[in-house]
C-alpha cells in the first residue's frame, strides 16, 4: 500500500433493495492523483472481516464494531454514527499498522477497489501468455483485442462530436486505455504466435501436440491478421493525437464565400456596359485602383486568373491558421490537466502538512506535561 494512500468514512447514505432499506458506508481513498470512492454495506466489513483472519490467521488491529440486533442504523441517526466513527477506525488500523499482512492481501485490495499487487499482476499475465499459446485461445484473445479496438473508433467518434473540451479529454482519456489494452493484447498474441512458430519449426517430425499444432499458411494469416489490428492501432492513436476543432457557424465556409465575386463585381470587371471592350485586349479596370507590377501587362482575363489564385491562397491561409489554433487548443487542454494535477498535489501535501502540524502540536503538549 502506498504511504501516500489514505482513507476516511466521512458519509453514510441509505439504500433500499426490494422492499428493505439498508446503510451504505461512503469510504474516501485520497489517492496520489486522484479521490475514489467506494460504497459498502456493513455485511461487507464483516465478509471481509472474516476473510483477513482466515488468510493471514490473525485479527486486524482494531475489532469491528458490534453488530445491534435490536435497533437499526436506517432510522437510527446516532447509531449509524457510533458505526461510522468504528468502521472507519478499523480501517485506518489496517491501513497505518506497522504489521502490512492485512493491507498487502488480496480480499481487502479488492475491498477497496485499488490494482492489484505487482507480482500478482505477473502471475496473470504469465498465465495469459500461456492461455494464448493455445490456438483457439489466439483466436478468442484476438477477438477480444479488435472489440477493445471498436470501442476505440467508437469514443473517438463521440469525442469528435462532443460539445465542449472536459467532454473531448474524458472521453479520449477512455479511448486510450482501450489502445492500451489493444497494444497488450497485440504484444502477448505477437509473442505466442512467434513461440508457435518456432516450436513448429524445431520440430522435425511436425507432431508437437494436436492442440497447438499450426501450418504454415495458418501462421502467415495470423501474421497477416496482427498486422492488420497494429495498422488500425496505429490510425486510432493518430486520431488519438488530433483534437478535432469545428468552427463555430461554418468559418471557413463564410469566408470562401465572402472571397468569391459577385456578379456586379463581374460585370464591373468586365464592362457589360461597354460590349466593344469585351472584345478587346485592353484593360477594363472596376475602379480607380492603382496598376502594379503584377497587374499592368495582364488583360481582363489575366486579371481574373490572378484574383483566382489569391482567393486560393487565401483559403490556404485560412486553413493554416485553423491548425494552427487547433494546437493551440490542444496545448491548452495540456497545460489545464497540468495544473488541476499540480494542484490536486498541492492540495494533499497541505493536507500533509495539517496533519504533521496536529502531531506536532500534540507532542508539543505532551513535553509541556513532561516538563
Same mark, same amino acid.
Given at each position: ?6 482513507? *476516511? ?10 422492499? =428493505? ?20 454495506? &456493513? ?10 483472519? %482466515? ?34 477506525? &478499523? ?14 492481501? #488480496? ?6 477497489? /485499488? ?13 495469459? !501468455? ?58 502477448? +498474441?505477437?509473442?505466442?504466435?512467434? @513461440?508457435?512458430? *518456432? ?12 492442440? *497447438?499444432? /499450426? ?7 495470423? @501474421? ?8 488500425? #492501432? ?7 493525437? %488530433? ?22 463585381? =463581374? ?7 461597354? #460590349?466593344? *471592350?469585351?472584345? %478587346? ?16 501587362? +495582364? !488583360? ?6 490572378? $484574383? $483566382? ?36 498535489? /498541492? ?16 507532542? =508539543? ?7
Amino acid at each position: 500500500m502506498a504511504p501516500s494512500l489514505q482513507i *476516511s468514512i466521512p458519509t453514510t447514505s441509505i439504500a433500499q433493495q426490494g422492499n =428493505k432499506s439498508y446503510t451504505l458506508y461512503h469510504i474516501q481513498l485520497a489517492l496520489p492523483i486522484r479521490t475514489h470512492e467506494t460504497r459498502k454495506r &456493513y455485511s461487507d466489513f464483516t465478509s471481509l472481516h472474516e476473510t483477513l483472519l %482466515s488468510t493471514t490467521g490473525s485479527a486486524p488491529p482494531s475489532p469491528l464494531p458490534a453488530k445491534s440486533w435490536l435497533r437499526s442504523t436506517v432510522n437510527n441517526a446516532e447509531l449509524t454514527e457510533q458505526r461510522r466513527r468504528g468502521l472507519e477506525a &478499523y480501517v485506518r488500523a489496517i491501513l497505518d499498522a506497522n504489521d502490512a499482512r492485512w493491507r498487502s492481501s #488480496t480480499s481487502w485490495r479488492h475491498f477497496l477497489g /485499488l490494482p492489484n499487487d505487482p507480482s500478482q499482476s505477473q502471475k496473470i499475465r504469465q498465465q495469459n !501468455d500461456n492461455a494464448a499459446a493455445d490456438p483457439a485461445a489466439w483466436l478468442d484473445l484476438h477477438r477480444s483485442v479488435k472489440d477493445q479496438l471498436q470501442e476505440a473508433r467508437q469514443l473517438l467518434k463521440k469525442r469528435d462530436a462532443a460539445a465542449t473540451a472536459q467532454e473531448q479529454h474524458a472521453i479520449s482519456a477512455s479511448a486510450k486505455a482501450s489502445l492500451v489494452r489493444a497494444a497488450t493484447g497485440l504484444a502477448t +498474441l505477437d509473442a505466442a504466435l512467434s @513461440k508457435s512458430a *518456432s516450436k513448429a519449426k524445431d520440430d522435425s517430425d511436425g507432431d508437437w501436440g494436436q492442440s *497447438s499444432r /499450426l501450418g504454415e499458411g495458418e501462421v502467415r494469416r495470423r @501474421k497477416d491478421m496482427l498486422q492488420l489490428a497494429r495498422s488500425e #492501432t496505429e490510425t486510432l492513436e493518430s486520431q488519438l493525437k %488530433s483534437l478535432v476543432v469545428k468552427p463555430q457557424g461554418s468559418m471557413l465556409s463564410a469566408t470562401s464565400a465572402a472571397a468569391t465575386a459577385s456578379e456586379s463585381d =463581374k460585370r464591373a470587371l468586365w464592362g457589360e456596359h461597354n #460590349t466593344a *471592350s469585351m472584345r %478587346s485586349s485592353r484593360r477594363v479596370l472596376g475602379g480607380p485602383a492603382q496598376e502594379t507590377d503584377k497587374t499592368r501587362e +495582364l !488583360d481582363n482575363k489575366g486579371v481574373l486568373q490572378l $484574383q $483566382q489564385r489569391i482567393m486560393g491562397e487565401q483559403e490556404q491561409d485560412v486553413l493554416e491558421i485553423g491548425k494552427a489554433v487547433t494546437r493551440m487548443k490542444e496545448m491548452g487542454i495540456m497545460i489545464n490537466e497540468e495544473l488541476v494535477v499540480q494542484n490536486e498535489m /498541492l492540495g494533499m501535501l497541505d493536507t500533509d502538512v495539517d496533519r504533521v502540524q496536529g502531531k506536532i502540536d500534540v507532542a =508539543k503538549k505532551r513535553i509541556k506535561k513532561i516538563n
